[in-house]
């Protein structure tokens, strides 16, 4: 069963773009949706998170909003840049129980073309 | 590096043989996580570990394969009679509460 379905499966923006990836969940009980960035070779690296009491979270370029109604939630990437290229992972939690574990989405492969 | 540590890096093996990976954690995380990530797909959990206990597997976790963590600190995950559907990237986090993924073992079943 997918909990957390992600789209698009790829992204082509221009440098100075905004890349949006979007994620929708099913269980009710998560309680902690972060995104992840993994380059090739290396593992998935935290790039933000949020918790469902707010609706809006916002990192440098990086910008994540939360629609708790809708189960639904995105990533918004401002002034994409080149290094930005890399595969995207949403992801959810139940932080209070069964020790975190994550949920992901299948990833969605982001190219910034220079 | 103080961040994750797994090895190794590739392992190659053909199918039938026992294959072992390492996972060191951060010093300080008292939670450890394996999962699995196949080509295009998302990483999915495995199994989790609180200290030296085993807390929780997935069903993805078939017989053949075991972890353990002794002593709470670095840990091993085995494969036995490993098939070609095993190929895939190992990937280890630590948490304490939040994740920090180590660079995984790429396994390829020959």
């Known amino acids: 069963q997918q909990q957390v379905k992600q789209s698009p499966q790829s992204l082509i923006v221009q440098k100075g773009g905004i890349s949006i990836i979007n994620c929708a969940y099913e269980?009710?009980?998560?309680?902690?949706f972060p995104w992840y960035q993994q380059f090739p070779g290396k593992g998935p690296a935290l790039l933000i998170a949020?918790?469902?009491?707010?609706s809006e979270k916002k990192e440098g370029r990086f910008t994540i909003s939360f629609n708790k109604s809708a189960k639904q939630f995105s990533l918004h990437i401002m002034d994409s840049q080149p290094g930005d290229s890399a595969t995207y992972f949403c992801a959810a939690s139940t932080m209070g129980t069964s020790g975190s574990r994550l949920t992901f989405g299948e990833g969605t492969q982001l190219t910034v073309n220079p | 590096d103080t961040g994750v540590s797994q090895d190794p890096r590739h392992k190659i093996t053909k199918r039938g043989q026992n294959v072992t990976f390492r996972c060191d954690p951060i010093s300080e995380h008292n939670r450890l996580y394996w999962y699995r990530q196949t080509l295009g797909q998302g990483p999915e959990f495995l199994t989790y570990?609180?200290?030296?206990?085993?807390?929780?597997k997935s069903r993805l976790l078939s017989d053949r394969f075991s972890a353990e963590r002794p002593k709470g600190s670095f840990s091993t995950l085995e494969i036995q009679r490993t098939e070609q559907g095993d190929s895939a990237m190992y990937l280890c986090?630590?948490?304490?509460?939040?994740?920090?993924f180590g660079s995984g073992t790429r396994l390829t079943v020959v």
């Open positions: 269980n009710t009980a998560f309680d902690y």
């Open positions: 986090a630590s948490s304490s509460p939040g994740y920090t």
């Open positions: 949020i918790r469902p009491d707010v």
């Open positions: 570990f609180q200290n030296e206990a085993q807390l929780e």
